[in-house]
């Protein structure tokens, strides 16, 4: 499934210069987003462990949980992003099915690359 066909032409996209900062961890979150457009960096406590680009997603975390950021979110380059609320995802997953096994798959990966970085600390 192809995200950015959906969302390139959205009329809410949030623009984001260089350096800025999407959200903060331990912020409220109340939408995820896709990315349309750029890189981002994610950072836990100050420390970068991902960048992601063009058609990933970012903050389904707190948006499925009700829960505080888990991580900082900071463009690397210029971004183009499309929100995503708690009504919206709830429409995506009943009319584009495959959204949803997305967000699953990028769970699980995002769970196998904190599995990984644990056992790459503790073994160090």
Known sequence: MDLLEVFEDSADLVELPPESVLFAEGSEGNCMYVIVEGDVRLSLRGQEIATI????????????????????????????????????????????????????????????????????????
């Open 53 to 124: 680009s063009k058609g990933s997603i970012l903050g389904e975390m707190a948006l499925l949980s009700s829960d505080v950021r888990s991580a900082t979110a900071t463009a690397a380059t210029n971004c183009r992003l499309a929100p995503i609320d708690v009504h919206s995802f709830k429409l995506l997953i009943q009319h584009t099915p495959d959204f949803a096994l997305h967000v699953m798959n990028v769970l699980a990966d995002r769970l196998r690359l904190a599995n990984k970085t644990l056992a790459e600390l503790s073994s160090g």
